[in-house]
């Protein structure tokens, strides 16, 4: 009787329809994250023949019964399901299913992983014919069998969220015992009466619902990366996220440079919970008017292992977090001076025959002056390698040009001989013939300086020691021989340390190359000459010239002026950059330039830019 109860109870519960999976659309929508559960297995010990026909001479199953009760259990659990909430719903499988599964798959054990969606696993254990030596805890008969159900999440390992346990007693009379049936009620009544699965898998992943979020820095400069830790996460109840979960992080105007690349959006970054503070690293725009980003952390659903849910096809679910951060603009400001000398002076005598001399004069001047004021937007030369890449927002000033020149040269002989007509002889006369050449030229150029005629390049001075650097890469080669990793990382930096200069500096180095230029403009040059020439034995031959003159020509040559200074690093974002020179400087001059002096230059300037915040 207890068999054929048995078979008829089993087969009319394998009589229903049934869906591979369950029908979400049957219930409402769910409001937190769906969960897949699937029946991993059956296991059953009969050796009192409660199951009949489903078990061997021995008590197991057999592959009849192992599938029926499969499909039954698989059913029965999945009807089994809150049907007012959406959230948890069961994968089905019929019993042919589960043959031809097993024809194909040695390992009946993880049946559920032919399905990969599925975070939960159930797990049905039956045994009957147990001594009687414990009693029932509500009508205190004898245990003589045991109906079990565990539920395991399926993570990296399978973790045991819960069990409910049916058990079977002997009957009033102490002879019969428990039916199929009668287990498989206690087991319905358990599941009913306690926590939903959903309840139960929500409790188990504690999924985050809030956390902090604390910046190293809360105001950021373009450009500028920092470290933004997030931590604390905490569930619904107020307890830490278990170490599956996973958040999302998105900022609408900067970069995230760390976490993996979500296929929500390019903007986000996926975080696992391996470690419950979680670092990311985070670059302000290097663009843009925007005067704040917001961070915004989300949870997600997914809880899966790597292997059956890749980080990247995370998605955000729910806000849990925001920080603003603010995004700080700056430019630059300041001036430029300019002063170069050309200064070329001479007074020399020389003989140019046994009886003649010639005297040479010179007194030139070319002073230019420049005065510049400008702007520009704001660089980090102090995070790059070499130059700075700036554009000019405006240069205003003017540059003023003062030319002088004055040469004069005699030529004289201290006796000439001439020719007495009334004696017929040769007479001498001292002093003898003279003559002399007076040039000036003088002209003043003005020019108005705007951006199209300023070119600033602005680098970091590095010099680079040669045998230190070579004596870097001996070290380098010998630690890349031994495998020394950490010695290697150490002359790396160094390496880049030497040519790039040390980022952490609030001080260093630089040098300011600036080149002023300007086409389609003439001046006004006046110039004058006088010419004298006496001929002491005929005073007919004397000769007397002089002229003055204005034409127009461009006198302002290209200027390029090197400075060397100095960068610091001021509170605030309130650099200063500083640069000067003053350098004399020895060239040929051009007139009569084998018996003067040379002419002499010298350069003086300064540029002193100020960072402001905007």
């Not at 009693?135 to 399978?158: A, C, I, W």
Request: net charge negative; aromatic share 8%.
């Amino acid at each position: 009787m207890i068999r054929y109860f048995c078979c008829i109870s089993i087969l009319l519960m394998l009589s229903s329809a049934y869906s591979f999976t369950q029908d979400f659309s049957s219930v409402s929508e769910c409001e937190d994250c769906r969960r897949l559960g699937t029946l991993l297995g059956v296991k059953a010990y009969d050796p009192s023949d409660l199951y009949g026909s489903l078990t061997d001479e021995n008590g197991y199953l057999t592959s009849l019964g192992e599938g029926l009760l499969y499909s039954s259990f698989s059913t029965n659990l999945a009807s089994l399901c809150d049907p007012n909430n959406n959230c948890f719903r069961f994968l089905e499988i019929s019993a042919e299913e589960l043959a031809e599964f097993k024809e194909s798959n040695s390992d009946f054990e993880g049946i559920g992983s032919r399905w990969s969606s599925a975070e939960y696993g159930f797990k049905i254990d039956i045994e009957t014919g147990l001594p009687g030596t414990e009693s029932h805890p509500v009508n205190d008969r004898p245990v003589v069998s045991s109906l079990k159900l565990e539920m395991y999440f399926l993570g990296e390992t399978q973790e045991l969220v819960n069990t409910w346990t049916a058990l079977g007693t002997l009957t009033t009379d102490g002879i019969g015992q428990s039916t199929y049936g009668s287990l498989d009620n206690q087991l319905t009544s358990l599941i009913k009466n306690g926590p939903p699965y959903h309840t139960l898998a929500s409790d188990f992943e504690k999924k985050p619902v809030m956390c902090n979020v604390s910046p190293n820095k809360h105001s950021l400069e373009k450009g500028e990366e920092v470290e933004i830790t997030i931590s604390n996460f905490r569930d619904s109840k107020g307890q830490q996220s278990r170490e599956f979960n996973r958040i999302l992080v998105h900022v609408n105007e900067g970069e995230i440079l760390n976490g993996e690349k979500s296929e929500a959006g390019s903007e986000y970054r996926v975080f696992r919970l391996d470690e419950q503070a979680v670092t990311v690293k985070y670059r302000a725009p290097e663009k843009g008017s925007a005067t704040t980003d917001r961070l915004t952390v989300y949870n997600s659903c997914e809880i899966l292992p790597l292997n059956k849910s890749p980080l990247r096809t995370t998605k955000p679910d729910k806000q849990i977090a925001s920080r603003e951060l603010n995004l700080m603009h700056f430019t630059w400001s300041g001036n430029i001076n300019i002063e170069i000398t050309e200064r070329f002076y001479c007074m020399e005598e020389e003989e140019t025959s046994e009886l003649s001399r010639r005297e040479v004069r010179a007194n030139d001047e070319i002073r230019t002056l420049a005065d510049i004021s400008v702007g520009l937007d704001d660089f980090d030369l102090a995070g790059q390698s070499t130059n700075a890449r700036s554009m000019l927002r405006y240069a205003s000033g003017n540059l003023t040009l003062n030319l002088r020149e004055d040469h004069w040269t005699k030529g004289y002989a201290e006796k000439t001989q001439c020719h007495n007509e009334n004696s017929g002889k040769w007479e001498w006369k001292s002093p003898g013939n003279w003559s002399t050449r007076h040039t000036t030229k003088s002209a003043i150029a003005y020019r108005d300086i705007k951006p199209e005629n300023l070119i600033m390049l602005i680098m970091k001075d590095v010099g680079i020691d040669q045998s230190s650097m070579e004596n870097l890469q001996k070290q380098l080669q010998e630690a890349a021989q031994k495998m020394d990793m950490k010695a290697i990382e150490s002359l790396k930096g160094q390496m880049t340390n030497m040519v790039q200069g040390d980022k952490n500096s609030n001080t260093f180095p630089v040098k300011i190359q600036v080149q002023l230029a300007f086409s389609g403009i003439t001046d006004l040059v006046s110039t004058t000459y006088a010419y004298e020439s006496i001929d002491v034995c005929n005073s007919d031959n004397d000769k007397r010239e002089s002229s003055s003159d204005a034409g127009e020509m461009n006198i302002v040559a290209p200027v390029t002026v090197i400075m060397e200074g100095t960068y610091t690093r001021g509170d605030n974002g309130r650099d200063i950059i500083d640069a000067s020179v003053n350098l004399p400087e020895q060239a040929p001059g051009s007139f009569f330039s084998d018996i003067c002096p040379d002419k002499t230059t010298t350069l003086k300037g300064n540029v002193r830019l100020i960072r402001n915040k905007e």
